[in-house]
């Protein structure tokens, strides 16, 4: 089991930038595939982006793609996620999640991630 607590969320004009981090401890954070999810009010918790546990190969969804970049740092245990461009319709509470993994896997389903830190709010105004 990893636990993870996300951080950096807050209140920023629509096109601006905002980055939000995920911290883990527990596990060994190299043998972990991360993600994050948002979910606004009303709606489903959505996939936002994946990373596979070594950093080499990422996944986003369509909406966030060539605004969003989700890199991580197995030294310091911490994930993070670079959102640019940000519009009102990206206001939501973000979550991190991770799961044990193979090499080169990410993971787009919430359903197979068995771990989740408690959100952070990200607000974006317009």
């Known amino acids: 089991q990893v636990q993870l607590v996300e951080s950096g969320g807050g209140l920023v004009q629509a096109g601006g930038s905002l980055s939000v981090s995920c911290a883990a401890s527990?596990?060994?954070?190299?043998?972990?595939?991360m993600g994050w999810f948002r979910q606004a009010p009303g709606k489903e918790r959505e996939f936002v982006a994946a990373?596979?546990?070594?950093?080499?190969?990422?996944n986003y969804a369509d909406s966030v793609k060539g605004r969003f970049t989700i890199s991580r740092d197995n030294v310091k245990r911490t994930m993070y996620l670079q959102m640019n461009s940000l519009n009102p319709e990206d206001t939501a509470v973000y979550f991190c999640?991770?799961?044990?993994?193979?090499?080169?896997?990410?993971?787009?389903?919430?359903?197979?991630?068995?771990?989740w830190g408690q959100g952070t709010q990200v607000t974006v105004s317009s």
């Open positions: 999640a991770g799961r044990v993994a193979i090499a080169g896997r990410t993971y787009t389903s919430q359903k197979e991630y068995d771990d």
């Open positions: 527990g596990r060994t954070f190299s043998t972990i595939a």
């Open positions: 990373i596979s546990r070594g950093g080499s190969i990422t």
